[in-house]
């Protein structure tokens, strides 16, 4: 199974991805139903989680029915339980629409919640996050994770959603943070060799490499950047139920 994922994650582009993940999923159900686990998105409980990662797949990372992976499932729970997301219809920009969210999001806030993309077939609306087709002040929350890494300009996209945010609006932010984590982040566009950019950035699509500055970046934008460590103040044995990522920081951003 590791290595299938592997294999798929890295030689099948996202957006047919994306277009067959529905196929095996009642299968995966009930092959991995058991009451060790639960996936707090779907409320489905398992014996254990799918793996899941490009190069080496992480244990318990993957539900098998909504395919939510560790990060997802925190993101969902920090919604619920430190914002008003789930308390009222809301206007929602949701860039890079993850499959576990979609449906559950638009429940919620219906047609108030877009969803955008440059290429998933996923997407209500086709965008470049450089240029976000929307007017000024428009959105209550934008949700932009694991997106920042791959675009060329990552100011210019975040200036972009302080744009369209309302004032006292917030955007989530979200990007992967690799091992040893540097003070500044890691630019180089000179690169472009897959496997360099592998071994510079973490991964082949990825164009940098955030540092510990991310908030700063963040905030050069005009977003005021808020570092929440929620997984932490969360008991052990929900983090381990849920399998949430130890250490992963949500980072908020507010439009004053």
Not at 162 to 184: C, D, M, S, T, W
Request: charged residues 30%.
């Amino acid at each position: 199974m590791k290595k299938l994922v592997s294999f798929l994650i890295r030689n099948v582009p996202r957006k047919y991805l994306q277009r067959i993940t529905g196929i095996g999923r009642s299968v995966l159900t009930i092959v991995y139903t058991g009451n060790t686990v639960m996936c707090p998105v779907c409320e489905k409980k398992f014996r254990k989680f799918l793996p899941y990662g490009r190069i080496k797949p992480r244990e318990n990372a993957l539900c098998p029915n909504c395919l939510a992976l560790e990060r997802h499932r925190l993101l969902w729970l920090y919604l619920k339980e430190k914002t008003k997301f789930f308390e009222k219809p809301l206007d929602v920009l949701h860039i890079a629409p993850e499959t576990c969210f979609i449906k559950r999001f638009e429940k919620i806030h219906g047609t108030r919640y877009i969803t955008a993309d440059i290429e998933s077939p996923l997407a209500k609306v086709k965008m470049d996050i450089h240029h976000i087709p929307f007017e000024d002040n428009r959105f209550d929350v934008v949700l932009c994770n694991h997106v920042l890494e791959h675009v060329q300009d990552d100011i210019k996209a975040m200036s972009e959603i302080y744009r369209v945010l309302k004032p006292g609006g917030f955007a989530i932010l979200q990007v992967p943070f690799f091992n040893p984590i540097p003070e500044i982040t890691l630019e180089d566009f000179a690169v472009t060799n897959p496997t360099e950019r592998e071994k510079l950035f973490g991964q082949d699509d990825h164009v940098r490499k955030y540092g510990r500055d991310y908030a700063a970046r963040i905030e050069r934008t005009g977003l005021r950047a808020h570092e929440d460590h929620f997984v932490q103040e969360l008991m052990p044995e929900t983090r381990d139920r849920f399998k949430l990522p130890e250490g992963e920081i949500i980072y908020k951003a507010i439009k004053p």
